[in-house]
């Protein structure tokens, strides 16, 4: 003997339980951090209410086919302009722009610095 459902009863226990994940899933949401946003040392790499000192190198895009950096929102080919220098070398993390003979070297992370290991320190 087959019992049968009532289909309203069905799409009313369907219904609180999408309003219920959508309630949950929204708020777990909120507490994450947005990936995309940029670090806060772009954003604000100076200190609070200070000026930036000079252009911020974004992001470096390196391949067989394009060398392209991101700086303060402009994408520049390797030995394109950027307002009146010119972006002469790249790596994986630098870039170096060139006015006249002024260099001016941008870096993606320009808060860390290289240190020596202990093992090199040792084999000295």
């Not at 959508?22 to 946003?37: E, G, R």
């Not at 390797?78 to 220098?85: A, E």
Request: aromatic letters at 2%.
């Amino acid at each position: 003997m087959a019992q049968f459902v009532n289909p309203l009863l069905l799409v009313s226990v369907l219904l609180c339980a999408e309003h219920s994940y959508a309630v949950t899933s929204s708020s777990v949401s909120q507490n994450l951090p947005d990936p995309t946003k940029p670090p806060v040392s772009i954003l604000n790499p100076a200190g609070i209410g200070e000026q930036e000192s000079g252009p911020v190198l974004q992001s470096i895009l390196l391949s067989a086919n394009r060398k392209i950096a991101i700086i303060d929102g402009q994408a520049i080919k390797l030995n394109g302009k950027f307002g009146d220098q010119t972006l002469i070398k790249m790596t994986e993390s630098e870039v170096v722009l060139r006015r006249g003979k002024q260099l001016q070297t941008l870096s993606l992370h320009p808060d860390l610095r290289k240190k020596p290991s202990l093992e090199s320190t040792k084999l000295k």
